[in-house]
């Protein structure tokens, strides 16, 4: 594996593999990786011929008061991981070459792919995703782009952005990755003390909950809705941001429990933020 943070050395090599015929497969990640983020090098690694994987905090994502300087960082474990994920190049850009002095172009995408679930308390987050992402594809070229369901509205974003903007990439996603105790793996995770990792159990059993009894019959959103809440609270004294019941590929809210839908929450553990979501289809 080769690791860079040259623009210039990563667009020299993309060129040299597709030239051969190759298929480019590309992972983009913050780094501070778990299995989460190895499970998506893996199926890369599966699928194309030539992986990248992008280690990069982007700062434009991140709101005022949120957590860019506090965010965990370890590249030479990042690296390792990588390599023995299968990946063969490791771009791990600057601040500086990213976003070099007079840099004014942002991608925004408009409605309720953005304004709903995580758009309502992180104002910009999407636009900085969208930008990013952009500017990775356009370094990178891949032909299959690797997301995890983790971050549904990130993966709903994309799609959405790449259909838009007639981007030549396929978008896959991926299934999330869980602890034993089903909390889904994530960086942030590192930020919980003892207690507070053992009532974040409560976010996943509260979606699983919430499946059973859409298994068993519920279609009333609020029900299901008042459900998940009741078991949060008893299990966590919390904020809950938002408990939302949306159609898969709009966002929208949902009425009535039907077609390919999303259960997706945000709840502040302490002073971590943590998100969580599960598809299901009636
Ligand atoms: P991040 O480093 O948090 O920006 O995540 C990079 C990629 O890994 C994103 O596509 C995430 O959705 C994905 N990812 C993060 N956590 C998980 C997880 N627990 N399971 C599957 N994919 C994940």
Redesign the pocket.
Known sequence: METTDSITAVKQKIKQVKHDGGSVGF?????FL?E??L??MRRARKETDFVVASIYVNPTQFGQNEDLDAYPRDIVNDARQSKSAGVDLLFAPSNKDMYPDGYSTFVNLKGSMVEGLCGKSRKGHFQGVATIVTKLFNIIRPDFAY?????AQ?IAVIRRMTRDLDMDVTIIS?????ESDGL????RNAYLSPTEREEASALSKSLFYARDIIQSGERSPVSVRQTIEKIIAEAISTEIEYIEIVEQDTLKPLEVLAGRFMIALAVKIGKTRLIDNLEMEL
């Open positions: 992972v983009p990640t913050m780094g778990h989460g983020h499970s998506l997301f995890g369901q983790k971050d990130q991926c299934p999330i990755v869980r889904a793996m994530s960086s």
